[in-house]
């Protein structure tokens, strides 16, 4: 099982990334898969999920409350990847982001800075 994320960046408040996770080694659309991001200094913590049938309902997608309404998930089935789109970004976003079904080994994670 793998994960490797990217699409971070350095991007100034206000601003949006799009961050990508592309999954192998397990059958992908049978999983829910989750984003974590871990800030410097503190825990991992989990930021969004989206269940087996895509992001096309509310009830498919959850986010921490601190994200919800500003970050949105998605996943292509075809192409094993999920998706976060990151917008109206604030400094507290900066972390590095990670993708997992909850229980594997961590990936590379990918960077987000938010700096003006």
């Known amino acids: 099982v793998q994960f490797v994320e990217s699409g971070g960046g350095l991007v100034q408040p206000g601003g949006s990334l799009t961050l990508s996770c592309t999954a192998s080694?397990?059958?992908?659309?049978?999983?829910?898969i989750k984003w974590y991001r871990q800030a410097p200094g503190k825990e991992r913590a989990w930021v969004a999920s989206i269940n087996t049938s895509g992001a096309y309902s509310g009830d498919i997608a959850s986010y921490e409350d601190s994200v919800k309404g500003r970050f949105t998930i998605s996943r292509d089935n075809r192409k094993n990847v999920v998706y976060l789109r990151l917008n109206n970004l604030k400094p507290e976003d900066t972390a590095k982001y990670y993708c997992?079904?909850?229980?594997?080994?961590w990936g590379q994670g990918t960077q987000v800075t938010v700096s003006s």
């Open positions: 997992n079904r909850g229980s594997d080994s």
């Open positions: 080694g397990f059958t992908f659309n049978n999983y829910v």
